[in-house]
DNA sequence: CTGTTAGCGCCTTCAG
DNA sequence: CTGAAGGCGCTAACAG
């Protein structure tokens, strides 16, 4: 259609349609559209007959603030990130906002590299998902990079843990853990085992200690090597089941603190020649997609992670932008699947 | 430690250091740095001590280019996809480039929008992943919009079929097929069906006709009521199945045109009674993650999904722009699982 | 090597 | 309601 050349600019519309440049941009991208209706028209039509679009950084410029929200996660191709991240966009796009992703891949210094990539950009809002840390040396140098572009109008929503000083959006954790050990216990589990990923990370934490009081709760009890710490992943759900089970030989049911560890975890199983939802119970939380395509189908904790995603853009945007942060505590519930068939007691 | 105000502009680092602005940014930011080290250097530690960040926004518009890399996906939350974004902001990351990333949900006429929001921001590349279909209306507004990006200096990468103006990276999706068909045949299948997302895509159709052509090769044929299309997706592949199936009871061996579809059809085959691996073969193409998590463990056609992403990133930056657009081709492999085990034949 | 001067594309007072 | 002028933060010639 047309050779190399430039983008049309908005002058160029302008002196196409016979008009001022300010009085074009009052036509397109004005708010206050304080412009006779004909010459509006006018003005539209030979942008769109040009192809006139309008470019967004000289907008952010002249503005001083863009149209952009960014997202950190751990891993976009991991589907709990990827379903929080679908969640993020559709959020985004109602709002006319662009999303722009970066991944940290489990290593905080790149997510603190990220930041600082992201301030750059100037966006509206920066997201960080991804579990919260205790101890970890680089939290103060990201709480404080954190805090400087909050502190020039940014807003920071973390899908995480709170206390913090930023809006939060925070899954009942530790609740839905809680909740889980009774349904195992009422199913008929007595000897229970926990495969977990770092407990280093808060996410892994609440689930554990919620789960053992829910077994508390239910007059159970956890034995000392039964929870076995592994990595946050399939292939550490594998392992960790493995240990757990090289330990404990005589548990009827397992906790895995993600489905992903789960879902490894079910494999590790069968690789000893034993049936998960036979021998042995197994639950996991999240409830990824995979969680009811995997065989045994498995009981999880329901997490609404596109859900959390749309609700933490929903809190950046949000016009009342110098209120107090605000913590969205976002519930969880219980589905019961294959993997954890109600079993016999032995001695009731 | 500050209270609200604005980012720290380079003009602030300039009058600290002393220099003029020029100088800054020739210091901090500068492609060819011909500043004397000692300036160089007190530049730099007053721009840390200060905080300064370059704002993107405004370097692209001085420079009359962006550091920045759109892509547009389906569905983030499909592991098609989701792998396909981690290769791109794996690519992006090397290259110091940020990701603007959008889902089109299957809808050409969002695709439309999104490739209009994003030459808006003027990034350097729009990488757009996604079969092409056939006899689209939208094709033309689209292909006119990405015609118009690269007539002013964007770069096109299309993750999808050629021929093409554009580069594309190619699947060799019909020799995939072809050669799965070779092993199913290999391993004793003797009546075949499809399970298929919709025809109107090419990458259906390739994997279709690839397959078929396997077939013949083998000296079997498929059956005319043995292909069923249904929608691409996990919901698809199992009531596709089902359709499948009663049809065509009789069916030994099943070729789903992706793993999602794969998956959905085992569990359709599970709902009637079948166990999938041993009443029935079944494969499926993608290799996503979870080939391999399910029960029984799914035969596929590799795709080197991340990498794909990877290349097309290369491609996009690659500094030869004016060069003729270019097809990457890549190449697939067939992994056996314990879905497809060898059978006996019925008439051998 | 450094500073001065123009822009980049757009928005936004401020006069008329 | 419209146009002229200045400015957003930064880079890129151009002189010294």
Redesign the interface.
Known sequence: ???????VTLGEVAKAAGVSIATASRAINGSTRRVSEDIRKRVQETADRL?Y??????Q??AK?A?S?VAVVVS???D?FF??I??GV??GA?EAGL??????ADHTPQNELDIV??F????PRAIILSGSRSVADPNQALLD?QL??FA???GKVVLISQSPSPFDVVELANREGARELARVLVERGGQRFGIVTGPQRLMTNRDRVAGFREGLEESGTSLETDAVVEAEFS?DGGYTGLRTLLSRVPEVDTIFATSDVMA??A??AL?DLGKTPGKDISIAGFDDI??A????PTLTTVVAPL?DMGYRAVKLAIDPDAARDPQVLKVNTSVIVRESTPVRERASA
């Open positions: 259609m047309s050779a190399k050349g430039q983008p192809g679009l309008p470019n967004l950084s000289a952010a410029v001083g863009s952009t891993d976009i191709a589907p990827s379903a991240a679908a966009m559709r796009n662009v999303v722009t992703l970066a991944a600082r990539t301030r750059s950009q100037r404080e805090e400087a502190s020039t109008g399939r879902i490894g079910m494999t069968r997609d995979t009811r395509d995997v065989t596109a």
